[in-house]
C-alpha cells in the first residue's frame, strides 16, 4: 500500500497521509490493527478528489468519523480509510437552520444550538460521534434520533454530489439508505426551534448527569454493543442470562450498564469479538433472543 500513498500527494497534505495508521488510535474501543493508509482531507474538494482517486485505482476504501461506533479486527484495515473530523467540521447557524460538515463533532453542534438558543438537538449533545457518522447511523438518545431534527443532507452517491431530503435519506432505527448503499455524508442542515438557553442548557444537563450515573464513561467502549431488541433492553437480557461483569481477555461486560461491552486493560479486538458472540449465544439460550452488534465490524478477520 506504501507504492499508493504517491498517488494522493497533492491532493492531500503530506502530514495529512498516514502509512500504516494503527485504528486503535481512531476508534474509542482503543483497540484494532492498522489500516494500510490514512488520509485526512480538510476541505470537500480533498474528499472527492480522494475518493475519485481509490475509484480509479481500485482502492478499497472507507470514511469514519470519530470511531466511536467501530470494533476494527486486530488485523486491521487492507485499503484506505479516510477520516473526517476536526479539520472537516466547519458548523454555521442561520435563523433556526444550522448546517455543519461531516466531521463535526455532535456534541460541538449542539453546543452552537445552545448558544444560537436552538432547541431540538439536546439529546444528541452527549453522543461522541462526527455529525457524518451519526447521520448514517440515524444516532439517537433519550427519544430523539437525528431523524427527527435533519432537513437535508449533501452526500457523495458514487461519484455524484446530491442533496438529499429527509425522506429520501431513508432513515430506520440505527441506519439510513446512505448506510445500505455507501454513500458519503458531506455535511448536513438540522432545523431547530427557538427555545429558551435556560431550557436548553437544564436539558443538556439533565441527559448528561444521567449518561454520567448509568454509563461506564471512564472506560473505553463503543457505547451500546447490541441494536435494542424489539420490546426489550439488551442490556437487561444480558444482565438476566447472568453475564454482567463476564470477562473475556480485557473485554468485560460492564458492571454499571450490560449492554455496554467495555476495554477493561489492554483488550484486543479478538477478545471483543469473542465476548460479543458468547454473549449472543448465552442471551440467545436463556430468552430465545438473537442479539444485533449495534457496533460496526471492520477489517481483515
Ligand atoms: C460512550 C459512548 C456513548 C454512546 N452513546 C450513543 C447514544 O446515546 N446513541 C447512539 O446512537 N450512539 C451512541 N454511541 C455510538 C456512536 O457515538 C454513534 O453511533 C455515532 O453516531 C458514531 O459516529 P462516529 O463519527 O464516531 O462514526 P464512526 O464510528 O467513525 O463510524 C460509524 C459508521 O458510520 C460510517 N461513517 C462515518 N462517517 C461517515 C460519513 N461522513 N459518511 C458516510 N458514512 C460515515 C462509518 O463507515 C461506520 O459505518 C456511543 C458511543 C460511545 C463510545
Partial sequence: MAAYSSLFKGVVSDENIRENEPMSRHTTFKTGGS??????PTSEDELLEAVKLCSENSLPYLIIGNGSNLLVTDKGIRG????????????DVEGNVISAQAGALLSATANAALKAELSGMEFAAGIPGTVGGAVCMNAGAYGGELKDIIKEVRVLDKDEVKTLSNTQAGFVYR??????????????????????????????????????????????????????????????????????????????????????????????????????????KKVYESSGVMLEPEVRIIGEL
Fill in 35 to 40: 489500516a494500510d493508509l490514512m488520509l485526512l
Fill in 80 to 91: 484506505v480509510v479516510i477520516k473526517l473530523g476536526r479539520d472537516f467540521a466547519k458548523i
Fill in 175 to 280: 441506519g439510513s439508505r446512505i448506510m445500505n448503499e455507501g454513500m458519503i455524508v458531506l455535511s448536513a442542515v438540522f432545523e431547530l426551534e427557538k427555545g429558551s438557553k435556560e431550557d436548553i442548557r437544564s436539558l443538556m444537563d439533565d441527559y448528561s448527569q444521567r449518561r454520567r450515573s448509568k454509563q461506564p464513561l471512564d472506560r473505553p467502549s463503543a457505547g451500546s454493543t447490541f441494536k435494542r431488541p424489539e420490546g426489550d433492553f439488551a442490556g437487561r437480557l444480558i444482565e438476566a442470562a447472568g453475564l454482567k461483569g463476564c470477562s473475556i481477555g480485557g473485554a468485560k461486560v460492564s458492571d454499571k450498564h450490560c449492554g455496554f461491552i467495555i476495554n477493561d486493560g489492554g483488550a484486543s479486538s479478538t477478545d471483543i469479538l469473542e465476548l460479543i458472540d458468547f454473549v449472543r
